[in-house]
């Protein structure tokens, strides 16, 4: 297993922050965040100075190639591509992160190989570059199969949320029509030996992934983690305050 976590403020300090406390993988969410690259570029930069082991992961904005190849020029190691619903929404995604000839992004003399001084890197990324799709539509599902083949596909990430909205059941994520597709993209994952990922917003959520057989776990996010720890202290000071009141 390995166990990140989604850096949703566009902050380099809460993500250096998040790199120094030991997460496998940071994955910087530029679709549902303020981020855009210049924040991408610090944040990067932000793991790197934490000087762990954290390997840095983005979720794209959507499967636009030109989006995938800056975002890897910046140096991103994993890439995420949210909306996956047919087989060539795969292919195209896992081309838009290859040099040629396994895809087409573009060479340049970027961040990611130290601006031009790694010359072994366009040799090596395309093996490790992580390509991560997001399965959280109804056609995604139709098309499952057939996705989990294509060649350069590392992870399949169940997107809960978005899946129960295409289900018609809101949020609902324990409705049993949405446990039923979990189910089905579960045991299909199992089948082609791919390895299978999700986020987890509580420790019996988390537990439950673990036990499932999710290798590629989000515990959170620093946002999650900012608003609970703020709301448990915010009560306790209130209810502190009230007690005093009352004597």
């Not at 979720?59 to 619903?85: C, F, H, S, W, Y």
């Not at 299978?196 to 989000?218: P, Q």
């Amino acid at each position: 297993h390995t166990f990140g976590a989604f850096m949703s403020l566009a902050s380099p300090v809460a993500t250096e922050m998040m790199a120094g406390m030991g997460f496998d993988w940071l994955l910087i969410d530029m679709e549902h965040s303020p981020a855009d690259f210049q924040t991408l570029l610090w944040q990067l930069q932000a793991i790197a100075a934490a000087g762990g082991d954290t390997v840095p992961m983005v979720r794209v904005q959507g499967n636009e190639p030109n989006v995938i190849k800056r975002t890897l020029d910046t140096g991103a190691m994993g890439i995420m591509v949210p909306g996956i619903r047919t087989v060539e929404d795969a292919e195209r995604a896992v081309a838009a992160c290859k040099y040629p000839p396994a895809g087409f992004r573009g060479v340049a003399g970027v961040r990611a190989s130290g601006w031009g001084k790694d010359a072994e890197y366009q040799k090596r990324i395309n093996r490790e570059v992580l390509v991560i799709l997001q399965i959280e539509t109804k056609d995604a599902l139709a098309n499952l199969d057939g996705i989990l083949k294509v060649k350069g596909v590392d992870v399949a990430f169940l997107g809960p949320a978005d899946l129960s909205w295409e289900l018609g059941h809101p949020g609902v994520t324990g409705h049993k029509d949405v446990q039923a597709a979990f189910r089905t993209l579960e045991a299909t994952c199992v089948k082609h030996k791919m390895p299978l990922g999700s986020v987890s917003a509580s420790e019996d959520e988390a537990a439950d992934r673990i036990k499932r057989g999710y290798k590629f776990l989000s515990y959170k996010s620093d946002l999650r983690f900012l608003q609970e720890a703020a709301s448990q202290g915010l009560a306790f000071v209130r209810k502190t305050e009230q007690g005093l009141k009352k004597k």
